[in-house]
């Protein structure tokens, strides 16, 4: 008895520190379970998949079928053994480009006909997470709406922001000599219901900003100028 006495506290510490270790083992972020919520099946099209060029990421999307003909679509960045939901929810698959360096990522982001947002994501930690606050369209469309020359223009459908191509190169095609992984350059179109008679379609046709992932700024580079006096001025005459 005297010997048992004696035992019973240590098994009760014991017993104590591995309900402890448990409950720290199982609170782990390194353990943590994640991926897409049940319901989200992986999309079987190659399109929708997308590789960092380092290789050490690739974006997987997921669609679940929420009745009457509504799809919901996430998107997740797999690194190694780690999944990052890249938010927010969408009802349409997206477009994916990386820089160079494979330290930033920006979806294409089909949100109805015509219509396309863009929104930026950084690498903090190994992980994909979103860079800014407001979507990159939103941003963009923001500076769009703060210029004299463009404040007054107000666009009523298929209003679309579009990544250029080149992000990968640093737009070498276009014959500058920009720093590698620094720039992203964006074209804002989008189209008016108000218009005079004898126009068919009048509104925003491409009209280019540069926008600098090292200071968060957008700025009209001159070779963009006179394209986009003529963007503002888009009319298709009946």
Not at 27 to 51: H, W
Not at 62 to 88: C, I, N, V
Not at 208 to 219: A, E, I, P
Request: aromatic share 12%; hydrophobic share 40%.
């Amino acid at each position: 008895m005297t010997t048992f006495c004696r035992s019973a506290p240590s098994l009760a510490l014991g017993l104590a520190l591995g309900l402890a270790l448990a409950l720290t083992l199982a609170a782990s972020p390194a353990l943590a379970v994640s991926g897409p919520p049940p319901g989200f099946v992986l999309s079987d099209n190659a399109e929708f998949a997308f590789t960092s060029p380092d290789k050490a990421t690739g974006i997987e999307q997921y669609k679940k079928d929420s009745g009457d003909f509504e799809m919901k679509w996430q998107a997740w960045a797999r690194h190694g053994g780690q999944m990052t939901e890249l938010k927010p929810e969408q009802g349409y698959p997206a477009g994916f480009r990386f820089t160079s360096d494979s330290q930033w990522l920006v979806r294409m982001q089909k949100t109805g006909s015509g219509e396309q947002d863009l929104f930026l994501y950084h690498v903090e930690n190994g992980a994909f997470v979103s860079a800014t606050k407001q979507s990159l369209s939103d941003l963009a469309w923001a500076y769009f709406h703060s210029r004299p020359d463009t404040k007054k223009m107000k666009l009523d459908y298929h209003i679309s922001a579009n990544l250029m191509k080149g992000a990968e190169t640093a737009y070498r095609w276009l014959g500058v000599d920009w720093p590698d992984n620094r720039y992203l350059l964006i074209s804002l179109s989008g189209e008016m219901d108000k218009h005079p008679k004898n126009v068919a379609v009048k509104g925003l046709a491409d009209w280019k900003c540069r926008y600098d992932l090292k200071t968060g700024k957008f700025d009209v580079p001159k070779m963009f100028a006179k394209g986009n006096v003529e963007a503002l001025n888009w009319e298709i005459k009946r």
